[in-house]
């Protein structure tokens, strides 16, 4: 399972990290990502991470003020945003690939989701 938190209610300019915890099984060689859905709107690739090598990749919206990272010690992947716009405002969703291709940013491809967290920017 897959449990997104730090979500919540932030000037425009201000920062959050997002966390996503797994629990029940090791996600060692999956690939762990971040989607956020707007209101209306289809879900849409921010980051990814490989969890065994580190390896990243980012949504051009999200380079530079955005940055995924995973903590193998607490099984935990993050997404640390700064910069923040209100054009950011979305759910996030974490979600888990246990096989795929090289399309990381298609949501299609990962078998696993957190149930989401809330993230609101103000102008």
């Known amino acids: 399972q897959l449990q997104a938190s730090g979500g919540g209610l932030v000037q425009a300019g201000g920062s959050l990290r997002l966390s996503c915890a797994a629990s029940?099984?090791?996600?060692?060689?999956?690939?762990m990502g971040w989607f956020q859905q707007g209101s209306g709107k289809e879900r849409e690739f921010v980051a990814a991470?490989?969890?065994?090598?580190?390896?990243?990749y980012y949504a051009d919206s999200a380079k530079g003020r955005f940055t995924i990272s995973r903590d193998n010690a607490k099984n935990t992947v993050y997404l640390q945003m700064i910069s923040l716009k209100p054009e950011d405002t979305s759910v996030y969703y974490c979600?888990?690939?246990?096989?795929?291709?090289?399309?990381?940013?298609?949501?299609?491809?990962?078998?696993?989701w957190g149930q989401g967290t809330l993230v609101t920017v103000s102008s």
């Open positions: 991470i490989m969890w065994s090598s580190g390896f990243t």
């Open positions: 029940g099984r090791t996600f060692s060689g999956y690939r």
């Open positions: 979600a888990a690939a246990r096989l795929y291709s090289s399309a990381y940013y298609n949501a299609a491809e990962y078998d696993y």
